[in-house]
Structure formats: structure tokens, C-alpha cells
């Protein structure tokens, strides 16, 4: 029987084990997308106890903990944080076949030394281990992001936001991970929101103008994306439910939005007309400025209306949508490529059975601009699991170019949560090594060492331009 977690974890053979420890364990990471806070990087934040570290913002860990029956004060209520990460442990020790089990024993390995397996038993010991190494004058923000080998981390930005956390760590040379700006516009595109002339508002006050026409909307989001170029921007991301694909002209669009001044809401298809038009714009500024477009998909969010309104939005009870967007993205990527605004962009759904739909869609716009020039994204939130990142591979090896991959991201509010990258190589070696000890490909060192060391690391500092 195999040791539990043991050095050989993942890998199941000879192969796999030397792509592993030879070309893929050591390679710095790029994550390309997360949510943690620049403001907690600027100011080195500490960390009070290991629930603030490990629990506060885990909403991945909130859903289990739901599902074993635990009442919502030992989530997100009143509890103590000592309670709080006591129930942790003790749900934990019983999560078999959860991602969870693995990303949290492999946390408390590189990090806090924990060599063990987690039981109900030892809950106080990990409590007092854990806040004893936080103690220590290196496990701080920075520290952290230090110890996992991170040469580049790109946050998660609105337009409006200022940015001033990333101009001071730009400035202090004292810490070598480059922390850069996102450009993530969801707000802007949220016309059918209740707040959304507050937030236009808000946008007029940092561009300095007001926005009063579409003309002045372009030019505010085309201001902001030249903000955030400056300050080392390469990456736009878009939380979106669905792909919209409804063409309208400017004169229309200009329409909807002085409605919408007027305190008008939009119906769905307005919605979804503007949406196209905003959409379309931001690509073309997108190509003209050498910023790379994301396009998140596929989920159905604050399902629990109850829980939202008690505890607001990302707490855990979103979810996989069904419906797919196949079609509307390829009618949505050739209207970009008609009009010469389809650059470099990474697609992603949270729902998996869109795999090899986003696979075969976004072959017919590949060209030499780069490599992989449109990408597949990694296995995302509900996906990134062993069995989800297995599919997502093979989907990308039957369909396309798996060697031009960018790799792996954390898509993480924690900062420990860079052993998914550990985890995502560890998936990536034993698959190629399984092709190479089938005798489907050969074992050729020079060629599965550039493979592997490309989708590790040198494929992502290429096509973001870092």
C-alpha cells in the first residue's frame, strides 16, 4: 500500500516522478489570477491566529462544513476563532476523496511542518503548532508569498479602484515579487444593476469628467485601462454568467445608457445588447493596448437568498450553471476577429462538460500572433480537483496544443493557497508520464522537460508579455 501524501504523492510512476522533481518542482510561480488583497501585501499584513490566516475568507472550506451539518456560528457567526478552526479539524479528518483534504494537508506540511494526518484528535496540538510558527518574524504576508516561490501575482482590480497599493510596492526594492494591477470591469458592465449610477458616479469622480453618453463611458474605461497599463497592468478579467452575443451599434448603446441615467432599468435583452457593446469595445482597446483578455463563465451565483441577504455575496453558495454558452462565444470571437479586435484571450467555464466545446471554438481563431493565442483556461473553482484538472488536460491534449498552455493560477483569496500550484504539477507530470510509460509518447528528456518547465512557468511569462 502507498504511504499517505508521501514525497511520490500524485506521481504514480518512474516518469512522472523524474518531470516532477527535475523540471517542474522548482519553477517559479506566475499567478496570473487571484483575489488577494494588494493592500495586505503593501502593509505585510500578520496574521492573528490561524483561523484569520486559514478559515476567514474560505469559502471552499464553508461548504463542506455546511454539508457536515455544522451550525453557521462556526463559519461565519460568533464563535470563537479557536472553535471555529476546532470544528475545521474535526470536519476535515473525515473529508475523503475532497480536494480539500489534499490542499489542506499539504498547507500544513509546507508551511507549518505538520508531517501527520488530521483527526479529530489533534485539533489543539495544530492550533497551538500553527500560531507558534506565526509568530515567527517571516510568516507575514510578504513572507508567505516569499517561501512559495512567487515571482509575479496579478490581483483582481475594478477600474475605479486607485491603485495606490501597487504603486508602493512597485517602488519598495525590497520585495522582489512584482505585484501587478487586473483590470476586472464587471461593475461597469452591470447596467442592470440598483447601484449602477452610483457606480458611474463614482468612475466620472476618478476620471475627472462626467459620464453623460457612451462616447464619455469609452473614453472613461479606455482612461482607466491606460491608468492601469502604466502601472504594469497586462491582464482584463470578466465574471460573467453567460458569453452575451446581441450586436448593436453605438447609436443604440448610447440609448440604453440614457435610460439607464434617467433611472430607467433595462429589460434582459437591453442587458444583454449593452453588455455586447461594452464587451466589444473593451477587446478592441484590449488588442490595441497588449492587455490579455479573461473570460470567466459558467456560474450561477447567490443561490441561497436567505444566506445572502444575512452574509452577502462569495460565502459558498454558488454553483455550477447549465446552461453553455458554446455558441454565443463563437459568434462572440468572430465578431471580435471580423473587426480586428481579437487578441490574446483565456476562456473559462466552471462548467466542465464545456470543455471540448471551448477546445474545438477556439482552434478556428488561433493564428501567429502567439502561441495559443486563444487559451483554455485551468480547471476553475468547482474544477480545480484532481479528477477536474485530468479532464481539463486531456480535453486540451485530444483537441489542441497542451504544450502551449499557460498553467496553473490560485484564483484565491488566501495566501497559502500557492501549494495548488504544487498540486496542479504533481496532476500534470503523472499524466504526461502515464502517455510516456503507455508507450504513446517517447521518454525524451529534452522534449517532456521543455513540455513541462513550459507549462509551468515559461509559457504564462511569454504570452502575458511579463
Not at 516532477?20 to 503593501?42: G, M, R
Not at 473525515?94 to 500544513?108: D, Q, R, V
Not at 480537483?385 to 481539463?392: D, F, S
Request: glycine share 6%; net charge negative.
Amino acid at each position: 500500500m502507498k504511504k499517505f501524501m508521501d514525497e511520490d504523492f500524485l506521481l504514480s510512476n518512474d516518469v512522472a516522478k523524474k518531470l516532477y522533481f527535475d523540471y517542474a518542482a522548482n519553477c517559479p510561480i506566475i499567478d496570473y489570477h487571484c483575489h488577494i488583497d494588494a493592500k495586505e501585501i503593501a502593509e505585510n499584513r500578520r496574521f492573528e491566529n490561524i483561523t484569520k490566516l486559514w478559515l476567514g475568507t474560505d469559502h471552499y472550506k464553508w461548504r463542506y462544513m455546511r454539508s457536515m451539518g455544522v451550525d453557521e456560528a462556526f463559519i461565519t457567526g460568533d464563535a470563537s476563532d479557536k472553535e471555529k478552526f476546532i470544528k475545521w479539524i474535526e470536519v476535515l479528518s473525515t473529508a475523503i476523496g475532497n480536494p480539500l483534504y489534499h490542499w489542506s494537508h499539504m498547507e500544513l506540511k509546507k508551511y507549518f511542518g505538520f508531517e501527520g494526518y488530521v483527526k479529530k484528535e489533534n485539533a489543539e496540538e495544530l492550533w497551538n503548532l500553527c500560531n507558534k510558527r506565526l509568530e515567527e518574524a517571516d510568516f507575514c504576508a510578504r513572507g508567505i508569498i516569499e517561501k512559495s516561490n512567487v515571482s509575479i501575482l496579478a490581483t483582481t482590480d475594478d477600474p475605479a479602484d486607485s491603485l495606490e497599493y501597487h504603486i508602493n510596492l512597485s517602488k519598495d526594492p525590497s520585495f522582489k515579487c512584482r505585484v501587478l494591477p487586473a483590470f476586472r470591469p464587471d461593475n461597469a458592465l452591470a447596467i442592470n444593476k440598483e447601484n449602477y449610477l452610483e457606480y458611474l458616479k463614482r468612475l466620472s469622480d476618478v476620471c475627472g469628467f462626467k459620464i453623460d453618453s457612451f462616447d464619455a463611458f469609452k473614453k472613461a474605461l479606455a482612461s482607466r485601462i491606460d491608468f492601469f497599463k502604466e502601472n504594469g497592468c497586462r491582464i482584463a478579467d470578466h465574471g460573467l454568467t453567460y458569453i452575451p452575443y446581441k450586436p448593436i451599434g453605438e447609436k443604440e448603446a448610447n440609448v440604453l445608457l440614457k435610460k439607464r441615467l434617467n433611472n430607467i432599468l433595462p429589460s434582459d435583452e437591453e442587458t444583454e445588447k449593452f453588455q455586447t457593446a461594452v464587451l466589444t469595445f473593451l477587446h478592441s482597446y484590449y488588442r490595441e493596448s497588449g492587455i490579455v483578455s479573461q473570460l470567466h463563465f459558467g456560474c450561477k451565483r447567490d443561490n441561497n437568498s436567505d444566506m445572502f441577504e444575512k452574509i452577502g455575496p462569495n460565502t459558498g453558495f454558488d454553483c455550477i450553471a447549465s446552461e453553455t454558452s458554446g455558441d454565443t462565444l463563437a459568434n462572440f470571437l468572430d465578431m471580435l476577429n471580423r473587426e480586428n479586435a481579437l487578441g490574446k484571450m483565456i476562456i473559462y467555464s466552471l462548467n466542465p462538460n464545456d470543455n471540448d466545446i471551448i477546445d474545438t471554438i477556439m482552434s478556428c481563431f488561433q493564428d501567429d500572433e502567439a502561441v495559443c493565442k486563444i487559451q483554455h483556461g485551468s480547471a476553475w473553482w468547482f474544477n480545480d480537483n484532481k479528477t477536474g484538472m485530468e479532464k481539463h488536460l486531456n480535453s486540451l491534449a485530444n483537441n489542441t496544443n497542451l504544450s502551449g498552455f499557460v498553467g496553473m493560477l490560485t484564483d484565491s483569496r488566501s495566501f497559502v493557497s500557492y501549494t495548488r500550484h504544487e498540486y496542479f504539477r504533481r496532476i500534470l507530470c503523472n499524466y504526461i508520464g502515464t502517455l510516456v510509460e503507455k508507450g504513446e509518447f517517447p521518454e525524451d528528456y529534452d522534449i517532456l522537460g521543455e513540455i513541462i518547465q513550459n507549462i509551468s512557468f515559461k509559457n504564462a511569462l511569454n504570452y502575458f508579455g511579463f
